[in-house]
């Protein structure tokens, strides 16, 4: 007997079990498999949807994919492996219907088939070649092994941009593409060697982690769409550790403030509406025309005894891309305090049609809260709602949009309540949202349980990031930083 979630090194479908289904009997229930995939809507270009039986000890699978507008896929064998090729013909063929699968089981000589489930082939086109995220322990008690990755939508394939093994010490952090395009790129780096990374196309610029002028580093950063600035955030911020059952770690700032940075000429755009003594302002965003400077904002508490009284509201301020000048008032878009709530890390759709944001009991941080839920701001209707087809009971936060607006990748501690892993789903024209699926993976089940990394921060690229890792190490090593300046 064997179980599907035991790796079998060499093995490929087909390979030990031959035996087809005969004296069948079918059983009114679905099967059960990890992940549930069972009625997610699927971009056609997606990888291989692989999927492990976790019923029980099993013998042999046998599986029927049939395509609504034609094609079929058999496999028989011990595990749910796709070929490549073969899956994106269906899918291809199947873009707009839906896709069959009739799953049949055998153990102890006795093969059961049970109820059949779908995906959907959404319409919609994915449009990226793939996801940028960060990997991480799950606590952040200890230094350790940590990078920012890539991996291809269309298979399996994961790639490293920059290790912190390659800039011993370094922290990778808040990484960011212009609207999904790598050819401009940032992220941060915390630590003895800390600097903020600006590269476009293909061009490094390592600049000095701080300024005279700011509370801390250029974290959470976010490019303009015409390239021409990236908006940041300085925080001076701390972690504790709670003492009380399930809760774990919260990240609170003691300071913030939001910016805009010039590449061309290396200033910094300031603004006293945007840096306030008795508020907190972070996590800055621009609109998809440039013309708006999204953020949150709090009140500032005195730490730790007021630390549960920060509650963010989502902000903007008018912004001029010609001169680069800020409006001359802060308008409130939407007031979580008054819910007794706390919205953060606010995402416009490309389209300019929603804000998605993170709604949380209080803080800045919402990965430890067991509450935090993903909301959608509609900036036609003013109207902000849960996303309660994505959401879960523990914690569903960081996200970011496709270029086309229909897709959206988030994280979630929604399996195991201590790691979070990437899932994706989409939203139609109607703002309707689909089931979402975890990202996939050629062997679900042994991958899942051996990965002690968490996911975060996790963006869409329309292209490979191209980086030379070896240099950008030895960069951050060198301290060799350009100087900020205040226009």
């Known amino acids: 007997m064997k179980k599907i979630y035991y790796a079998i090194c060499g093995l490929l479908l087909l390979a030990s079990c031959t035996s087809l289904p005969e004296n069948v009997t079918k059983v009114n229930q679905q099967p059960k498999i990890f992940p549930d995939y069972a009625g997610v809507a699927i971009p056609a270009e997606i990888a291989p949807m692989n999927f492990d039986y976790s019923g029980g000890n099993y013998d042999c699978l046998d599986l029927v994919v049939k395509g609504s507008k034609g094609g079929e896929i058999h496999l028989n064998g011990d595990a749910v492996d796709f070929d490549v090729d073969e899956w994106h013909e269906l899918t291809a063929k199947n873009k707009g219907g839906k896709l069959t699968f009739t799953l049949s089981v055998e153990a102890d000589g006795q093969w059961t088939q049970y109820k059949d489930f779908e995906m959907k082939v959404s319409d919609f086109a994915l449009d ?84 005279d002028s700011l509370k801390g580093s250029m974290v959470y950063p976010y490019w ?23 809760e774990r770690i919260e990240v609170f700032d003691q300071a913030s403030d939001v910016f ?71 308008d409130t878009i939407f007031n979580a305090r008054a819910l007794g709530k706390s919205a953060t890390h606010p995402r416009p759709s490309y389209d300019g049609r929603y804000i998605m944001f993170t709604m949380a009991d209080y803080g800045c941080f919402p990965i430890w809260h067991r509450e935090a839920d993903n909301w959608l701001l509609d900036l036609k209707t003013g109207e902000a709602k849960p996303m309660t087809v994505a959401n879960s009971k523990n914690t569903d936060s960081w996200h970011n949009w496709s270029s086309n607006s229909h897709w959206f990748v988030f994280t979630s501690r929604r399996g195991n309540g201590l790691h979070t892993r990437l899932y994706i789903a989409s939203i139609d024209e109607k703002g309707n949202i689909s089931k979402p699926f975890l990202l996939p993976q050629r062997n679900p089940q042994a991958y899942y349980e051996d990965l002690l990394d968490s996911y975060n921060t996790p963006d869409f690229t329309s292209k490979k990031v191209e980086f030379d890792n070896r240099a950008a190490g030895n960069e951050i090593m060198s301290d060799k930083r350009i100087e900020t300046k205040v226009k």
């Open 128 to 211: 990226e070649w793939g996801l940028t995220y960060r990997r991480i322990a799950p606590g952040y008690e200890v230094y350790g092994k940590l990078g920012i990755y890539q991996r291809d939508l269309s298979n399996f394939d994961e790639f490293a941009i920059l290790e912190n093994t390659q800039a011993p010490g370094a922290c990778l952090n808040c990484h960011t593409s212009n609207r999904t395009n790598p050819n401009q790129f940032t992220f941060h780096v915390r630590g003895e060697h800390g600097a903020t990374l600006i590269q476009q196309n293909g061009k490094r610029e390592w600049l000095k982690a701080k300024n």
């Open 260 to 330: 805009v940075y010039q590449p061309a000429t290396h200033e910094l755009l300031l603004d006293t509406l945007l840096m306030t003594k008795d508020h907190y302002e972070t996590y800055p965003v621009f609109s998809p025309d440039g013309k708006t400077l999204y953020f949150c904002s709090s009140t500032a508490e005195p730490i730790p005894e007021g630390y549960k009284n920060i509650k963010y509201n989502i902000c903007k301020i008018a912004f001029d891309p010609t001169t680069g000048k800020y409006g001359n008032k802060v």
């Open 224 to 246: 303009h769409p015409s390239g021409n600035y990236v908006a940041y955030s300085t925080n001076t911020t701390h972690q504790s550790f709670h003492a009380v059952k399930d």
